[in-house]
C-alpha cells in the first residue's frame, strides 16, 4: 500500500506500507524518499527504476518486490489524481 499526495503533478508525503518487510528496516525511508519529487506520470517501469536505484545491495525484501512497490504506488496516484 502506499499513502501519497499529489501536488503540482509531483509526489509528496510518500509512505509505502503494508505486509511485507524489510532488512534493515531503515530502507523503507530510502524507499519513500526514492519516490518523493517524481511526476505524477511517472510509469511504473520508471518507479521500478527508481526503487532499484536508490536500494543498495545489502537490503533485502521479503514479500514485495521493487515492481511491486511501484503498482501500489501508481495505484495510490491514480487514486489521488481527479
Given at each position: 500500500?502506499a499513502?501519497?499526495?499529489?501536488i503540482?503533478?509531483?509526489?509528496?508525503?510518500v509512505?509505502?506500507?503494508?505486509?511485507?518487510?524489510?532488512?534493515?528496516?531503515?530502507?523503507?525511508?530510502?524507499?519513500?524518499?526514492?519516490?518523493?519529487?517524481?511526476?505524477?506520470?511517472?510509469?511504473?517501469?520508471?518507479?521500478?527504476?527508481?526503487?532499484?536505484?536508490?536500494?543498495?545491495?545489502?537490503?533485502?525484501?521479503?514479500?514485495?518486490?521493487?515492481?511491486?512497490?511501484?503498482?501500489?504506488?501508481?495505484?495510490?496516484?491514480?487514486?489521488?489524481?481527479?
Amino acid at each position: 500500500m502506499a499513502d501519497l499526495n499529489v501536488i503540482d503533478a509531483r509526489l509528496t508525503d510518500v509512505r509505502v506500507s503494508g505486509d511485507f518487510f524489510i532488512e534493515p528496516d531503515s530502507a523503507l525511508d530510502v524507499i519513500d524518499a526514492a519516490l518523493q519529487g517524481l511526476p505524477a506520470d511517472t510509469s511504473h517501469e520508471a518507479l521500478t527504476l527508481a526503487i532499484e536505484a536508490a536500494l543498495d545491495a545489502e537490503v533485502t525484501l521479503y514479500g514485495i518486490t521493487p515492481g511491486g512497490v511501484a503498482m501500489a504506488v501508481r495505484r495510490a496516484i491514480d487514486g489521488a489524481t481527479p
